[in-house]
């Protein structure tokens, strides 16, 4: 991977979340905790929507770009499939809910991500982006449906 063009450093420090891909255990939690401090960080429901459309769309050209770098399939240096996954998991979860329901909300995508429940499972054998991206976007509605589900009977039954 010497000398790379300026585009390909820039998808790489993208692919990565500025390096945390790189961490050399659970790289894939690594980008999920960023995810998190996004989403408490981020004030408003709207910016955080806007943001989350924003990097699930990115996520495509940057995986594919970053996986033909790398030149491995699914490379787990490639981590902004799992941040988009983990901002899917909180798209219109109020920020009062509490800190344990964000820790839930992380707990769950994560386990969701590695269990591919279908058609995760299948979407991940798609070659390139399709795969690398896919199986965290089923995860991550998956967990946001989980979390609005719980919040929703919580609110119920409080």
Known sequence: MKNLTLSSKICLWLATLFGAGYVPLMPGTAGSILAVLIY?????????????IGVVII?????????AIFGVKDCKKI???????????????PKDMGFLFILA????????DMIKI??????????????????????????NIILQSVRLLLKTFA
């Open 105 to 112: 909300g992380f707990f769950v995508f994560r386990m969701l």
């Open 59 to 67: 996520s495509f050209p940057i995986s594919d770009y970053a996986e």
């Open 118 to 143: 279908p058609p995760a499972n299948l979407v991940e054998k798609y070659n390139g982006a399709k795969g690398i991206v896919g199986d965290d976007i089923v995860a991550g509605l998956y967990s």
């Open 79 to 93: 981590v902004i499939d799992d941040f988009a996954g983990m901002l899917i998991t909180f798209l219109f979860i």
């Open 40 to 52: 408490c960080l981020v004030k408003t429901p709207l910016s955080f929507f806007i943001i989350t």
